[in-house]
């Protein structure tokens, strides 16, 4: 499944750490780059690389919500609703992408461009509330600054 590039990239990280296993988290990532997300087959490859076994691998990837076990669309919008992001209305900002985009916390529209999730801490608390599209933090959210972001996503 993973292809040979993939793989020589997973074999330099490890290269880099004393102990392999410190390499496993990127080295998911590197697989969710190939994949998309982290389907069946990617998990069994990166436990084979690691000589691990694959639960342990699919535990691992379970804990994080930026590695993703099931398919997500283009962009991966994660709101925050911890407590800092609580107290600014982060359910008004949840409420208006549920109601615009038409689907709850992790799910995906049919088109394939939006994924919603809820997540912890952003740790930009000072900027609540908050939600990370794919790799960008967007701060200080209201449902009009929201509709701006998205609208300009293609
Ligand atoms: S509580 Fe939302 S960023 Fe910390």
Redesign the pocket.
Known sequence: MLSEATRQKIDALIRKYPHPRSALIPALWLAQQEAGYLCPEAIRDVAEIFKLPTNEVYEVASFYTMLYKKPVGKYVIQV?T????LLCNCEEIMAHLENRLGIGPGETTSDKRFTLMETE?????GT???AQINEDYYESLTPEKLDRILDSMK
């Open positions: 925050c911890n407590i800092s992001c801490c952003l740790a930009s608390c609540a509330p908050v």
